[in-house]
C-alpha cells in the first residue's frame, strides 16, 4: 500500500472535450499525479441523465479514456476505469438516496439549471445525479477531488453526506466514509466561452465557435480564434471586470504559454488584438499538437485500450467494494464474504 494521499476525479463522456476541461480538471490531474494516487474515470452513468445518444455512448466513453492517455495521464501513477464497469457506484447511490434529504438536491445550482432546459422532460436520474457523484467519490475514500469550481457545490454535498452517513451509522471516533476536499485550481478553473467572456465554456453551448476541443484541428482552430469575441479597446489587459474576453484570451495564453502572469501582461498590454490572435492560435495549436498526435497512437493500437480499461476495473473493483462492504455493515446489512 503506498501512503500517499489519493485523489479521484472523473469527467462525463458527452462530447468533445474542451480547453476548459482540460485546463479546469485533467491537466491539474497530470500535473499533481507522481505526488498522488491517482483514480480517475468516465462518468458514463451520470452522461445519462439527460437524454443522449445511444449510437455514441460507448464509442465516446473509450474516446474520454484515449484523451485521458492523450494529455498526459500515466498508468504508474493513474488507475483508469469506466464508472459503469463497477456497480458498487449504482448500489452506493441507493444507499445513500436513502439518507439524503430531497431539499438538499432541489437546491443544487446545476440540477435547477438543467433542469430548466428540459421542461417537462427532467428525470430522477438528473436530481440524483450529486448523490451518484457522492458515491463515485466516497467508495475510494480519497483525501482530494480536483474539479474545476462549478462542481465545488456537489463536493460540498459529498461532505455533508458523509457528515450524515457517519453521524447516523459510525461512532465518532471510527468514521465509515472519509471527508473528502475540493481541489480547485485558481487559474483555469473557469475559462469563459469564446462568444461571450461572461459564460463558461461549455460542452453543452450549442454553438462549436463558442469552444475550442481538443481534437479540433489546427484550421479549425484558427477560425474559431478569428471569430472569437473581443472588444474595441487596444492592448490587453487581466482582471478588467469591463473586458471579459480579454481576461479570458490572455488566461488561455498564459495556461499554454508556460509564461508568468506578469510576462504577459507586459507581453500583450499595447498589442492590437489582430497581433494577440495570431500569437494565441499558435499558442493553442502547438500546445494540443502533442495530446493530438498521442491521442493517434492510443487509438491505433488495436486493444490496448481495452486492456487498459479491464485493468483500471480491477483496481477499481477492489477498492469500491470493500467500501461498500463497510457502509453496508455499517447500515445493518448482513454482508456475505
Ligand atoms: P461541461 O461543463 O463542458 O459539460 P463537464 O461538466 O463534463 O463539462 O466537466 C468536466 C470537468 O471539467 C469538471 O471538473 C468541470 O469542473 C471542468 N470544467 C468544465 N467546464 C469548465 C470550464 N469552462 N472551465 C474550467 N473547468 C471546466
Ligand atoms: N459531475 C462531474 C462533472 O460534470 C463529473 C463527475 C462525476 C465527477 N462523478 C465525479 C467529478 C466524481 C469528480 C468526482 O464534471
Redesign the pocket.
Known sequence: MSNRQRV?????PTGDLHLGNYLG?IRNWVEGQSQYDNFV?I?DL?AITVPYELATLSANTYSLAALYLACGLDLNHSTIFV?SHVSAHSELTWLLNCITPLNWLQDMI?YREKAVKQGENVSVGLLD?PV??AS??LLYQPDK?P??E??KQ??ELTRDIVNRFNHLFAKPDHPVLKLPEPLIRKEGARVMSLTDGTKKMSKSDPSDLSRINLLDSPDEIAKKIKRCKTDPTRGLEFDNPERPESNNLLTLYTLLSGKTKEEVATECQDMGWGQFKSLLTETIINALKPIQEKYQTVTDEKGYLESVLRDGRQKAVAIANQTLAQAKTAMGYSVPL
Open positions: 479521484l476525479s472523473g469527467v462525463q480538471a474515470f462518468a451520470h464508472q446545476q445525479y451518484l457523484m463515485d467519490i477531488v474539479v474545476g462549478d462542481q456537489h463536493i
